[in-house]
């Protein structure tokens, strides 16, 4: 799959990230002697690309691989196959003693910011530890710089001496960007970052996302199970179901005229805010079938209401149908040029 370079101004932004029909399947185990008996097909086969300045947005319901796809490119999971390109350099096999240049350039925003705070340790020495850890700052500079971050996210400077249990959960989600701040990356992957978060501290956190990305240029890739989320804060949007990509398009041509019908039922389940817009909500059948036996064929064929014997037996891949709008189903032709 190939992506349109994309322009600001007639400049061209450069790619950050790049992933290539990335991986990852978790052995199953069984029996005494701990016998691989299948695998668990989280990640498979997903390829995209994230520019500077942009927000790439991936949605879909719980289980569909999306939190595992944003560890996996982090390298906090090892993938089972496919390619991390970060800033043009291949990062997939670089062994873990390696990676710390890479990852100060990429960094997380975690759903629950409070369990992946230190309890003991006072917020501004948080913000201060990855400073220090990678030999940037220290003594009155470390500090200064923490005071900096802190004023940046919209905490006081006095917070600095509290305990993260002694903030509220919006106030602990600002620390928790001001400590993935702080290395000044070029990639953030925020992994469902508002979803613990009160609706009203929701729009205020989004907003802070959005304002620190225009001041530096930050490319996001931001996970939610939340449509509505997403649209807000994303440049192009990934809709990922049982492990693979199956729409992909710039959001207001997804939003305006989805491709693919899990995007066509996720999109009718969001409430629209003008009482005279009437929306039929479409009402998948069944489960999620299960990640360790993905259906044949496409994978979506069991709750398709437009499923063909076709897409029993062949898996449609992502193609392009309009420029730049990708879709992998069987009723999509690819764009003539392809
Ligand atoms: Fe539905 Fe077939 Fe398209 Fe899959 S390929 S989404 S089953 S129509």
Redesign the pocket.
């Known amino acids: 799959m190939t992506e349109a370079p994309q322009k600001e101004n007639g400049e061209a932004r450069r790619v950050v990230l790049r992933v290539q029909d990335l991986a990852k399947h978790f052995p199953v185990r069984d029996g005494l002697f701990g016998r691989v008996s299948g695998h668990v097909y989280a990640v498979d086969g997903v390829s995209f690309s994230i520019h500077e300045g942009e927000t790439l947005g991936v949605v879909g319901e719980s289980g569909c691989g999306k939190s595992t796809l944003g560890k996996t490119v982090l390298r906090l999971l090892e993938p089972t196959a496919g390619q991390i390109v970060l800033r043009g350099e291949d990062i997939t096999r670089t062994p873990e003693r390696h990676l710390r240049a890479q990852r100060r350039e990429m960094q997380m925003i975690f759903q629950d910011p409070y369990a992946s705070l230190n309890p003991r340790m006072r917020c501004g020495d948080i913000v201060g530890e990855p400073l220090a850890i990678h030999g940037l700052a220290s003594g009155q500079e470390k500090d200064d710089q923490v005071t900096s971050l802190f004023e940046r996210v919209g905490l006081r400077v006095d917070q600095k001496k509290r305990y993260p249990h002694q903030l509220s959960g919006g106030q602990r989600q600002r620390l928790g960007i001001a400590r993935a701040l702080a290395l000044k990356p070029s990639l953030i992957i925020a992994d469902e970052p508002v979803s613990a978060l009160d609706v009203s501290v929701q729009a205020q956190v989004i907003n802070l996302l959005k304002d620190l990305q225009r001041d530096y240029n930050l490319a996001y890739l931001f996970v939610s199970h939340n449509l509505a989320v997403v649209e807000h804060i994303s440049h192009r949007i990934a809709v990922m179901y049982l492990g693979k990509v199956?729409e992909l398009a710039d959001k207001r041509a997804l939003f305006a005229s989805p491709l693919?019908?899990?995007t066509e039922a996720l999109l009718s389940a969001v409430p629209v805010a003008d009482p005279r817009v009437k929306k039929e909500r479409i009402i998948l059948r069944g489960d999620v079938p299960s990640p360790m036996n993905p259906p044949s064929?496409?994978?979506?064929?069991?709750?398709?209401?437009?499923?063909?014997d076709?897409?029993?037996v062949?898996t449609?891949p992502l193609r392009e149908v309009t420029a730049g709008h990708f879709?992998?189903?069987?009723?999509?032709e690819p764009a003539a040029s392809n």
């Not at 879709?327 to 999509?332: F, I, K, M, V």
């Open positions: 199956v693919h019908p899990y064929g496409c994978a979506f064929h069991t709750r398709c209401p437009h499923v063909k076709i897409c029993r062949e449609p879709a992998a189903c069987h009723l999509r």
